[in-house]
């Protein structure tokens, strides 16, 4: 048995924030990133991953009982403990005999979350699973900082994974990269067990280039990331390609971490990928971290035939610092209920 993708849906808050209201146009056009869509007070990361999930049950007609272990990959769960998969399993109805587990991870987790979906499902541990992405980084993006907030947006994603009877793999060629003496190029200083909230009384500064935020907020060396991706991301690539055994002309397609327009055309010239369909549009959602690469799986499903979809190469990069790559088989994803095609 292979693990195989077969569905991929998502869903985006109500509340939309337009950056236009927090940095200029020119800013915007570098960014590629006009709205942004934006949790309410009272949604939380389960929130967003039931709704996520409630949309890939009804769209693809899929049978939630079926399901046998939740991923939930974020970085910003419901408590602190207990983790938060649980009590999605609990909030979807879903039948208590299954595995549940959080995955902490950033930009690179949607890759990183294949890796563990194909894991259990190739030795036998799982057949059916509810891969859910939740990110809520807004909440931690001050609303003074023009570096953070004008990036990010919420949203969630919903990715089904079977075991399917094939004779070759599916998701495949994992790479896999970590640099954690970067940490802080892109953290919230206070929260963790290191700096307690309890210890660390919020005080709000601003940077010398003016931008305002807490210790409790998310703050990011934008200079630190965008070195960091145009280093790592193209021997990523390469590294991907060679443990596949493809060429660059063999690629069907390439989704990367939508972090912003400006990095993206960059890693594309320098990842010499000009001539291969490459996903890069972030302008109605901003950068979504762990569910930046499923939702753009999910737009890229939905406009093109997926049977020409079979080797499709994906990355993720940043906060960690870590970075990932793999190759999908999405040829095999079902059709949304009531498409044409």
């Known amino acids: ?204 500064e601003y940077d010398e280039n003016h931008n305002g935020r807490t210790n409790y907020d998310a703050r990011m060396d934008g200079m630190a990331i965008t070195y960091f991706t145009f280093r790592e991301v193209p021997p990523l690539v390469d590294a991907v390609l060679d443990a596949a055994k493809i060429s660059r002309a063999d690629l069907d397609y390439c989704i990367f971490h939508q972090a912003n327009k400006f990095m993206l055309d960059y890693v594309q010239k320098k990842s010499k990928l000009e001539n291969v369909p490459y996903y890069n549009d972030i302008t109605h959602t901003g950068n979504l971290v762990s569910g930046s690469v499923p939702y753009a799986i999910e737009q890229i499903i939905t406009s093109v035939d997926v049977k020409n979809l079979h080797n499709v190469l994906l990355t993720g990069f940043g906060v960690g610092l870590s970075w990932a790559g793999c190759i999908v088989d999405l040829s095999g994803v079902l059709q949304k209920v009531g498409e044409n095609g």
């Not at 990269?177 to 067990?193: A, E, F, H, M, N």
Request: aromatic share 10%; glycine share 8%; hydrophobic share 40%.
């Open 1 to 204: 048995m292979f693990a195989k993708i077969r569905a991929v849906s998502s869903y985006l808050p109500e509340i939309v924030e337009k950056n236009l209201n927090i940095v200029d146009e020119r800013f915007n056009k570098k960014l590629g990133v006009v709205e942004r869509h934006i949790a309410s007070d009272d949604e939380s990361a389960s929130d967003l991953a039931f709704m996520a999930a409630e949309n890939l049950f009804a769209e693809y007609e899929i049978d939630r009982n079926e399901t046998d272990f939740i991923l939930l990959c974020t970085q910003q769960p419901d408590y602190l403990m207990p983790n938060t998969a649980p009590y999605i399993q609990h909030k979807l109805g879903i039948s208590k005999n299954v595995g549940t587990m959080d995955i902490s991870l950033g930009c690179s987790g949607y890759v990183y979350g294949l890796a563990v979906a194909k894991g259990l499902i190739e030795t036998g541990l799982s057949k059916k699973i509810l891969f859910i992405t939740s990110s809520l980084y807004t909440r931690y993006a001050n609303k003074k900082d023009r570096v953070v907030r004008p990036i990010f947006g919420d949203g969630a994603t919903a990715t089904w994974i079977e075991g399917v009877d094939e004779d070759k793999e599916s998701i495949r060629a994992f790479v896999f990269g970590s640099d954690g003496s970067r940490y802080d190029k892109l953290y919230i200083p206070v929260g963790g067990s290191r700096n307690m909230p309890r210890n660390n009384p919020e005080v709000f």
